[in-house]
């Protein structure tokens, strides 16, 4: 599956893989297809494929992944292989690595990101 920054709302809507709003996750997540967190996550993310962090998410550990778009928050590091995409609303507390970012003029970063 190629890159797609989706909405906030789009992330909201998905079923499969997802952590939806009436979940809270304690534990790591391992997965090969894509990840969509729209509620709290306390613990790491290993993804084959692309994460999503819808808006009012938050996730507290690092996350490993080909690609992530993010509209929440995290707190830990963030390592992408491919693309960083980070909306207005997105906060991100630890180091940011990615070959290639997209970043809306309201993201909000910790460190400067690190250029894979």
């Known amino acids: 599956m190629g890159f797609q920054m989706i909405s906030s709302q789009d992330i909201l809507a998905q079923e499969n893989n ?39 998410a938050v996730v507290l550990g690092t996350i490993e992944a080909v690609n992530v778009v993010i509209w929440g928050k995290v707190q830990g590091n963030v390592q992408v292989q491919k693309i960083a995409a980070l909306g207005n609303t997105a906060i991100v ?9 997209i970043l809306t003029p309201d993201a909000q970063l910790s460190q400067r990101p690190k250029l894979l």
């Open 93 to 101: 507390e630890g180091l940011l690595s990615a070959k290639q970012f």
């Open 18 to 56: 997802c952590v939806s709003a009436a979940l809270h996750i304690q534990g790591n997540i391992t997965s090969n297809q894509n990840v969509y967190i729209a509620n709290t996550m306390q613990g790491n993310i290993v993804c084959k494929d692309t994460v999503f962090i819808a808006e009012n």
